[in-house]
């Protein structure tokens, strides 16, 4: 009996510890970055391409994944059009002719890649790099908070009808489709009057487009980069981004929940870049101030800077803030582990500590990891107020000075990295600086 016991007890054990690492940042019972993500993506080549996409496309149309597909230049799915594309398929962004797909307000792509093979749109170099191409643009007719009830991306795009690049309308529940176990590689290039594209962009998107398990590398521009919409994201992957792995603008009215974003201090080109930009605008001018302004809500997100040394690149300024929230923008994250930045948070310096912001500004059951400092207003160093605010134990937010190998469960691995929370390994500290 005493035997039986003391198995019980330490199965009980067992469970509440597998339990506990859960609790926070990413989660799954299993390490679900397995089988159909890719670290190392320059070193895949897919063959020549054996069909050209090219135009527009404007009756409904499948993808195979016999073939190999390159996107010539701007493409765009118009006139109502369904896109569907096999799993394993791959598509190429043509470097030369800066390749682009857009989806379109009014039809759909149904992306619905599955775990042991995923949905590839990547670069048709040999030697890849980021900023190859362009990226996939997903217009829907869901709110944003600019004048009128629709706008136009640009970046000199120049399709046979001006309304393939509108998007915007009243349409909550606007479902543009499906992207599921889909990868977008190396794209974001640079052009010499609009900056940089992004790799996938979302605008105006609805709630019933379904977005889950992407995964965006080396991207010259922003990973994800949200404008308006109601979206729902799960799953996102942001790895090695030049600029923002998450931005949010416009009106967006996001949830975003297990996911993250893998930083590096030595690849980033934008010296303001972070993991999570949240905006309700640009250009003050643009906006109707009736209309809502950003609110992202985040569960269980992972936002980490993966360093050599970080006390040494924190201190020749290559390590910046992990999140960023300007002024008219709503936040709510919890369950969330930011780990290795210089500081985790900063507020616009336009945000006045009150408490009507502080009520919009939300951080609860954090995890701050490895952080110089952990919420700032841009441009002081004096966060007492914060400090007491957030750490107020009511919030159950958490401080630690654990390595990487102490706080994820592997981090070394170059084909399937685990990034959950190590969580039984770490000790809780008061002490917020790194040393010196």
């Not at 469970?15 to 993500?37: C, P």
């Not at 149309?61 to 190999?68: E, H, R």
């Not at 972070?274 to 936002?303: E, I, P």
């Amino acid at each position: 009996m005493k035997k039986i016991t003391q198995l019980s007890f330490l199965l009980l054990f067992a469970f509440v510890s597998v339990s506990a690492q859960q609790e926070k940042g990413i989660i799954g019972s299993s390490n679900w970055l397995r089988n159909w993500t890719e670290f190392s993506p320059n070193k895949t080549q897919y063959g020549e391409p054996t069909q050209i996409l090219t135009g527009n496309i404007s009756t409904d149309t499948k993808l195979n994944k016999k073939d190999v597909y390159l996107l010539l230049g701007n493409v765009f799915v118009t006139d109502s059009t369904q896109l569907t594309i096999e799993p394993g398929t791959v598509i190429l962004g043509d470097y030369k002719t800066n390749g682009t797909l857009t989806i379109s307000k009014g039809c759909k792509i149904i992306a619905d890649g599955t775990e042991t093979d995923p949905i590839i749109f990547t670069s048709n170099r040999n030697v890849k790099k980021e900023g190859d191409w362009g990226g996939l643009f997903i217009l829907g007719d869901a709110p944003i908070n600019k004048y009128g009830n629709g706008a136009a991306i640009t970046y000199g795009m120049r399709p046979a009808n001006p309304e393939s690049i509108t998007y915007g309308g009243q349409n909550v529940k606007a479902n543009s489709g499906i992207l599921n176990y889909v990868r977008i590689e190396f794209a974001g290039k640079r052009t010499k009057d609009f900056g940089f594209f992004d790799a996938l962009t979302l605008a105006g998107v609805g709630s019933e487009t379904q977005i889950e398990n992407v995964m965006v590398s080396y991207c010259a521009g922003n990973s994800f980069n949200v404008i308006g919409g109601v979206t729902n994201l799960s799953k996102m992957v942001s790895f090695r981004s030049s600029s923002n792995d998450y931005k949010f603008n416009y009106g967006a009215q996001s949830n975003i929940s297990n996911s993250l974003a893998i930083r590096s201090p030595y690849v980033s080109g934008v010296e303001t870049a972070r993991c999570m930009y949240v905006s309700s605008y640009d250009n003050k001018q643009d906006v109707d101030f009736s209309k809502k302004g950003t609110s992202v809500t985040a569960r269980n997100l992972t936002l980490v800077n993966v360093s050599d040394n970080l006390a040494s690149d924190i201190k020749v300024g290559l390590v910046k803030a992990a999140l960023y929230i300007s002024k008219d923008a709503a936040m709510d994250i919890s369950k969330s582990v930011i780990s290795g930045f210089n500081p985790a948070v900063v507020f616009d310096n336009a945000i006045v500590v009150n408490s009507e912001n502080l009520d919009r500004l939300k951080f609860t059951e954090m995890y701050f990891n490895n952080c110089k400092g952990n919420i700032f207003i841009e441009n002081n160093s004096n966060n007492e107020d914060l400090e007491n605010w957030y750490g107020n134990r009511a919030f159950s937010n958490v401080y630690s000075k654990g390595d990487d190998a102490e706080t994820f469960i592997d981090l070394q691995s170059t084909t399937s990295p685990d990034y959950r929370l190590r969580i039984n390994k770490i000790i809780a500290s008061n002490d917020l600086e790194l040393d010196d």
